[in-house]
């Protein structure tokens, strides 16, 4: 399954909707990312799984990559 991981970049940083970020992980679930992004020295503010249309959504865009972590 792919996930959809919206974050900051700063561990202690205040979410704020300009500056949350996306990445894209293909894992088994929801866990399992939050397992593999442990040390990666992100605020993970949500994490979504992407159905097959929200996925074929998303991969039109430019920025769409999955990351291997």
């Known amino acids: 399954m ?3 991981v919206l974050y ?3 561990p ?3 979410p704020v909707r300009e500056r949350t970020k996306s990445m894209y992980v293909e ?3 929801e866990r399992s990312v ?3 992004l442990a040390n990666s020295g992100i605020n993970i503010e949500f ?3 992407l159905d097959e249309d929200h ?3 998303e991969q039109q865009s ?3 990559k999955v990351e291997n972590v």
């Open 8 to 10: 900051q970049e700063l």
């Open 47 to 49: 994490i979504q799984v």
């Open 12 to 14: 202690n940083e205040v």
């Open 34 to 36: 939050r397992e593999k």
């Open 62 to 64: 430019e920025d769409f």
């Open 27 to 29: 894992a088994e679930s």
């Open 2 to 4: 792919i996930y959809k």
């Open 55 to 57: 996925l074929n959504y």
